[in-house]
């Protein structure tokens, strides 16, 4: 069955630091991949999307990632980390079965430590 | 500004009380989710319908039923709630190509 795993429940960072939130999927064809953001009490924003377009993807807020097909992952990074960056990460692939329908991983919590 | 629109943030209902969560969108957007999102488990779906009356079962669809009589509007059904639905839900709807989804601010559902 497809998958998405976060490494990481948790990460904590300084201000400042790098920020680096893993994600691998399981599926052997390039699917539609996308990273979430969510802050306390609302519901889930885009952060960035990769379709099958460049492999670097830009997002909002300074974020970026890159599709790794040989790793199957796609991690999401910001170089310096802020503390408005506190929040509920979650990526997640379109499924094989329905490109309706998306996988989500269980989501990492990102700390930011002044 | 685009957006979903789910009617109530906050709810406590009793066991076996009905519950109703209303959830509109203004992008014209075929297709309409239902997630419950628990803490460890991310996202989990457990309704999807890809046009007017048309519905499909997600992951978890026991304990819940959906309504959708325009296109615009997509309810969640709790028939008779029970403790272990206690949970954020979050309506979204997206775009066909490239299954962007658009999510409302959640609803928190809280069952004594």
């Known amino acids: 069955a497809q998958s998405v795993t976060q490494l990481g429940s948790h990460v904590s960072v300084s201000e400042g630091a790098l920020v680096l939130l893993r994600c691998n999927y399981s599926?052997?064809?390039?699917?539609?991949l996308f990273w979430y953001v969510q802050y306390p009490n609302q519901g889930l924003q885009l952060l960035l999307k990769?379709?099958?377009?460049?492999?670097l993807v830009k997002g909002i807020n300074g974020f970026e990632a890159e599709f790794k097909k040989s790793e199957t992952s796609f991690h999401l990074t910001k170089p310096s980390a802020h503390m408005s960056d506190a929040a509920e990460y979650f990526c997640?692939?379109?499924?094989?079965?329905?490109?309706?329908?998306?996988?989500f991983g269980s989501g990492t919590r990102l700390l930011v430590r002044p | 500004d685009v957006k979903v629109t789910q009617s109530s943030r906050y709810l406590v209902k009793r066991t076996g009380e009905k519950v109703f969560l209303e959830c509109v969108q203004d992008?014209?957007?075929?297709?309409m989710f239902w997630y419950r999102q628990d803490p460890g488990l991310g996202l989990r779906l457990i309704y999807f319908?890809?046009?007017?009356?048309?519905?499909e079962k997600g992951d978890i669809p026991e304990g819940y039923s959906v309504s959708r009589e325009k296109k615009e509007r997509f309810s969640l059904i709790l028939e008779s709630a029970s403790t272990n639905q206690t949970s954020m839900y979050l309506c979204?709807?997206?775009?066909?190509?490239?299954?962007?989804?658009?999510f409302g601010e959640g609803s928190r559902l809280t069952v004594l």
């Open positions: 992008m014209d957007h075929e297709n």
């Open positions: 599926s052997s064809v390039p699917p539609y």
């Open positions: 990769y379709t099958s377009a460049a492999t």
């Open positions: 997640a692939v379109t499924r094989m079965d329905s490109s309706y329908k998306l996988i």
């Open positions: 979204a709807s997206s775009e066909i190509q490239t299954g962007e989804l658009f």
């Open positions: 319908s890809y046009d007017v009356k048309m519905k």
